[in-house]
């Protein structure tokens, strides 16, 4: 399977912790996103990358986000300092762009105590 | 700002009824529309995506779509609901140039009694 790729898919963290997830998108696809989504709620844009540039941040992202796509592969999403508010499931997908649809991850939920 | 409603939260059918779940967008110019299908532990599967041409789309899993640019809408139907189509459906849109990142609504649960 060639599909988008997430780890971990479950992470349970206390509070005031840092966590790192990983997203591998499909292979020769050079857009990368990230979208969190809360429970009764959809996807909501986090921010993109164009092979290795962050293009595009949501002013969701506070100061305690940070990602990255080094070399335009795989991207990692990092929150620091974790609150009760980050528990949601973290949705990556990736596309070819020019209006191509993206494809989706299966998500790392997370879930701070 | 741009938006996308899903104004059925939950909806429930009986298994062989007709579907059809409701979607509109607010935007200034005609979007790339698609739906969604979302199963308990599972990702986002695409079903059907409207870009341009014919405003009848045809996608998996027998779902249809219409967009309607009059009334900003782009409706899922399926004639025949199946028992394994109980899931969670999104609507989303993104812009025809830029990032094409995407703006989901809210979803609709759809419970399928057998």
């Known amino acids: 399977d060639t599909g988008v790729s997430q780890d971990p898919r479950h992470k349970i963290t206390k509070r005031g912790q840092n966590v790192t997830f990983r997203c591998d998108p499909i292979?020769?696809?050079?857009?990368l996103y990230w979208y969190r989504q809360t429970l009764g709620q959809g996807p909501e844009f986090l921010t993109y990358?164009?092979?290795?540039?962050?293009?595009?941040k949501s002013r969701l992202l506070s100061d305690r986000f940070s990602a990255e796509r080094p070399k335009g592969s795989f991207s990692t999403l990092e929150i620091q300092r974790t609150e009760q508010g980050d528990s949601a499931m973290y949705l990556c997908?990736?596309?070819?762009?020019?209006?191509?649809?993206?494809?989706f991850g299966p998500g790392t939920r997370l879930t701070v105590l | 700002a741009q938006s996308v409603t899903q104004p059925d939260i939950h909806i429930t059918v009986s298994e062989g009824a007709s579907l059809e779940l409701r979607c509109n967008y607010s935007y200034g110019a005609t979007p790339y529309l698609f739906w969604y299908v979302q199963s308990p532990g599972q990702g986002l599967q695409l079903l059907l995506k409207y870009f341009s041409g014919d405003t009848l789309v045809q996608g998996i899993k027998g779902f249809e779509a219409e967009f309607k640019r009059s009334q900003s809408s782009f409706n899922l139907r399926k004639p025949s609901v199946h028992w394994s189509d109980a899931a969670e459906y999104f609507c989303?849109?993104?812009?025809?140039?830029?990032?094409?990142?995407?703006?989901f609504g809210t979803g609709t649960r759809l419970k399928v009694l057998a």
């Open positions: 990358f164009q092979n290795e540039a962050q293009l595009e």
């Open positions: 292979s020769e696809h050079n857009r």
């Open positions: 989303a849109v993104t812009f025809t140039s830029g990032t094409y990142k995407y703006i």
């Open positions: 997908a990736s596309s070819l762009g020019l209006g191509n649809e993206q494809f």
